[in-house]
């Protein structure tokens, strides 16, 4: 009779623990989808000062709103050089991204484990080849 007990006492414990668990994740969703949206507004609020100074007849501001867009730029040429060494260190590792989802996958696998779209075989590549790019990618960075 103890046993029926302690194991009923059990399982109501660990449903708790799981809808805690679910409860804690679902606030911080929450929480996360709140700053997401703080977010907005402050890109949004970033956007019309910059505007505002860019449309100013002040020179100093001008000059500031050419760095901002040359800044752009740079980021921009920064953003792809990451993404392109990630591929490359997911390359090397084994791993392909999905192009369906994003998720990254076992090169050897045909489908993806997140969304199941079939995967084209990337075309053998030499280690000497990889290592290569790689070499070019840090240089172009260290440039
Ligand atoms: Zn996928």
Redesign the pocket.
């Known amino acids: 009779m103890s046993d029926i007990i302690a194991s009923i006492k059990e399982f109501t414990e660990a449903a708790a623990k799981k809808a805690d668990t679910a409860y804690r994740a679902s606030m911080l969703k929450l929480s996360a989808a709140a700053l997401a949206k703080m977010l907005e507004i402050q890109y949004r609020e970033l956007g019309s000062a910059v505007y505002r100074m860019c449309k100013s007849e002040d020179s100093a501001e001008k000059e500031e709103c050419e760095e901002i867009a040359a800044l752009t730029v740079q980021i921009d040429g920064t953003r792809k050089r990451i993404a392109s060494l990630e591929k490359r260190i997911e390359y090397i590792m084994g791993l392909v991204r999905?192009?369906?989802?994003?998720?990254t996958?076992k090169m050897r696998n045909a489908y993806?484990?997140?969304?199941?779209?079939r995967l084209a075989a990337e075309e053998e590549k030499t280690v000497e080849e990889n290592e290569n790019q790689i070499e070019d990618q840090m240089l172009k960075i260290t440039n």
């Not at 999905?98 to 998720?103: E, K, S």
């Open positions: 999905c192009p369906g989802c994003g998720n996958v993806c484990s997140a969304c199941g779209r």
